[in-house]
């Protein structure tokens, strides 16, 4: 499509990554009340699946996602998937949100918040 915006754009000629098959499964219940629409999946670069991304709406009714993370015997949280720089991480997380916005459950969810 002409004058389209590219999924991933080049910083400093580098590639961003690139983010396929985007899928959504919405919370339930009382996880609704705290901000959670539901838990986003994706493919990152066509070679790495990501699952379990939490996608919130914040207080300042924003959009934004989370990435998983585990819990050790001491209740600290450690990252499963960490995204090595900003930039990336803008990309990856306006990717997801984009396409998101075109599945049917997740436009469900999002509606049902407001």
Do not use: Y
């Not at 991933?8 to 629409?37: E, I, K, N, Y």
């Not at 924003?62 to 930039?87: F, M, Q, Y």
Request: some cysteine; aromatic content about 4%; glycine content about 10%.
């Amino acid at each position: 499509m002409r004058g389209a915006k590219p999924r991933a754009q080049a910083r400093d000629g580098v590639r961003a990554p690139v983010v396929s098959d985007v899928g959504f499964a919405p919370a339930r219940g009382a996880l609704v009340g705290t901000g959670l629409l539901g838990w986003a999946r994706f493919t990152l670069d066509g070679m790495i699946r990501i699952d379990g991304v939490g996608v919130r709406v914040t207080r300042r009714r924003t959009l934004e996602i989370t990435l998983p993370e585990r819990k050790d015997a001491r209740g600290r949280n450690h990252p499963i998937v960490s995204i090595a720089d900003a930039c990336a991480r803008a990309s990856i997380s306006e990717q997801v949100l984009d396409a998101l916005r075109q599945c049917e459950s997740f436009v469900s969810a999002r509606d049902a918040l407001q």
